[in-house]
């Protein structure tokens, strides 16, 4: 019986995905070989709380008061208490994993390594530097040859902790070898969704008529936050660029955020721009069904559960060149790539190269079909809940039997 104990911090790591990761984790490992237990650390209660889920153990640790960026030391206190409450709580030290998700864990990882004989296990959902530099590549090379890996030594220091390191993409797997120095213990696993299609083309008709959207017309589909690092300025501008040529066209953006800064994006074009804030997954794969082209102009993915969504709903996906996000999609097999411009001080998109390639797409209905269709192939292959299942388990039974322990694990290397 594996021991595994998989933390995850409240708070905006449920935004990079984080969430979901250990969602599909619980659901797809068999209870009678793993003994989980899902550790919430800063959550708003005011005690300590234990209870079981479907076989699952939560553990609720309560939000410290002092944020890192008022108190570190005091901040960092809390992590050495943490773990000085898990020792008393764990009973079974035999083959314990802990598994961590988020970067700022350092100390953490560090009092865990001290205190148990376990194995230590990190999976990358984000890279810090992504956000300060907008996904540019080029500015980060530039910047780490200056600087001898001190722009991002925390997450060098915490990556050197671990055990294995699972990477979402073989992108961050080269960079960790490349710029971070780390040549060993890395896993590239990508991951998977539970297949959740349901609908008939006569539902999709009636989810149409649901929506008010006429059924002659065409959808485009962006999903996510509306925050600037994922684009969405550049879709509108390209969107209200082929609206000259293809009237009948509508954008729907699904996700939350400052509503105020985009809809002045859409003046004059607001009866063919949709806003709907946050959805319920069963409302949100409704708008799958019935779109035409998914859109995701991101400049940092690690590895998209919105283009995993899409891919499973059989959409072309034209997405951007950047990190994890240009190895998902096959481009003119399962959609198209728009490159990121990247400049020594920002990084951009070709407003009207991005027009033209979702125009290529609503003028060419047999070209979008054969790229839907390769998208769920591509969905089946890599990034269902099957194969996540299949690599996550190997990956976790291996990690006490060195020989069999590999630097890629299972179907993730046929990406």
Known sequence: MINLYIFQESGRGVEFGIGSYVNQLVQILPKNEFNIHLIYLNVDKEEIVFEEIDNTHHWYFPLHPC??????????????????????????????????????????????????????????????????LFGNFTRFKALSSKTDLNMFSEELSLFNLMDNIICLSQFTKRLLIDYYRISSNISVIPNGLSDSITTSYFKKNMLKK?????????????????????????????????????????????????????LKECENDWMNIHFTGFLLKEQLYELYSISDIGVIPSFHEQCSYVAIEMMMYSLPIIGTTTTGLQEMIV??????????????????L??????????????????????????????????????????????????????????????????
């Open 331 to 348: 481009d003119g097999e399962t959609g198209l790539h728009i490159p990121l411009i990247e400049y020594d001080d920002r990084v951009e």
């Open 210 to 262: 649901k929506y008010q959207i006429p059924s002659i017309s065409n959808t485009i589909l962006f999903v996510g936050r509306l925050d600037p690092i994922k684009g969405l300025e550049y879709v509108i501008r390209s969107f209200r660029k082929i609206l000259k040529y293809k009237p009948n066209v509508h954008l729907i953006i699904a996700g939350r955020g400052n509503f105020e800064t985009y």
């Open 67 to 132: 944020r890192p960026t008022v108190n570190k030391l005091v901040y960092d206190r809390y992590y050495h208490n943490i773990v000085y409450l898990l020792r008393l709580y764990i009973q079974d030290k035999e083959n314990v994993i802990f598994h961590l998700n988020h970067n700022i864990n350092k100390v953490l990882a560090e009092q865990l390594k001290a205190n148990f004989n376990a194995k230590l296990v990190f999976t990358i959902h984000y890279l810090v530097w992504c956000f300060d």
């Open 350 to 415: 070709d407003t009207q190269l991005l027009s033209e390639k979702m125009l290529f797409l609503l003028q060419h209905p047999k070209e979008r079909k054969r790229m839907g269709a390769n998208a769920r192939k591509r969905f089946e292959k890599i990034y269902s809940s099957e194969v996540f299942h299949e690599n996550m388990f190997n990956f976790y039974t291996t990690l006490y039997d060195t020989e069999n322990n590999t630097s890629d694990m299972g179907r993730a290397s046929s990406i």
